[in-house]
């Protein structure tokens, strides 16, 4: 079960759209349509921003976005506000019983 | 309003036993599949395991496989986490999250505040 791999950081001004990728295998991102990302805030539980690759709960801003292609799924953040600074957390289905595996987590700052 | 509230953390020795619990209200408890999840401190997010919403499919992260027990009691709206024989690499904040309607449908909903553990002699 090893982690998915996210950039350790990324930044935008307000605004801008920025890209977080989250890198897996065929045995996980690229073999399901299951992948969700989560936003965390400091000292804060995480929020669901998507699930099944692109789908948004009720509630979250279509500034959010998501995608895949092959074994790399993106969360597109447009229109980037202050309080999008945040910790992002990709998470997939990695099959059988795995249930799921995270991303390492990427921290986002907006300048 | 969905609520989930976790409870039973604290400092515990290595090698003992802990038993979390989740109490969980706002949503019809037994069409979800239940998921825990912790996050060390400083460190990102690990799935540990899920139940499904009859109890008839269990999963564990491999971390914990063979130590730590999910359960859940629909009649009391509860999911459970037995942990046994816990190391300090189980120190972490450990959240209960409402999952889907399987538990091979891995997307956490909603979240509690978590329930801190820390072992440690």
């Known amino acids: 079960q090893s982690a998915l791999t996210q950039p350790r950081s990324v930044s935008g001004s307000p605004g801008q759209s920025v890209t977080i990728s989250c890198t897996g295998t065929?045995?996980?991102?690229?073999?399901?349509?299951?992948v969700s990302w989560y936003q965390q805030h400091p000292g804060k539980a995480p929020k669901l921003m998507v699930y099944d690759v692109s789908k948004r709960p009720s509630g979250v801003p279509d500034r959010f976005s998501g995608s895949k292609s092959g074994n790399t799924a993106s969360l597109i953040i447009s229109g980037l506000q202050t309080e999008d600074e945040a910790d992002y957390y990709c998470c997939s289905y990695a099959g059988s019983l795995t249930v799921g595996v995270f991303g390492g987590g990427t921290k986002l700052t907006v300048l | 309003e969905v609520q989930l509230v976790e409870s039973g953390g604290g400092l515990e020795q290595p090698g003992r036993s802990l038993r979390l619990s989740c109490a969980a209200s706002?949503?019809?408890?037994?069409?979800?599949?239940m998921h825990w999840v912790r996050q060390a401190p400083g460190k990102g997010l690990e799935w540990v395991s899920g139940?499904?919403?009859?109890?008839?499919?269990?999963a564990y992260a491999d971390s914990v496989k063979g130590r730590f027990t999910i359960s859940r009691d629909n009649a009391k709206n509860s999911l459970y986490l037995r942990m046994n024989n816990l190391g300090p690499d189980d120190t972490a904040l450990y959240y209960c999250a409402k999952g889907g309607t399987t538990v091979t449908h891995p997307y956490f909903d909603s979240w509690g505040q978590g329930t801190l553990v820390t072992v440690s002699s």
């Open positions: 065929s045995n996980d991102v690229g073999g399901y349509n299951y």
């Open positions: 139940i499904s919403w009859n109890s008839g499919t269990i």
């Open positions: 706002g949503f019809r408890f037994d069409d979800y599949a």
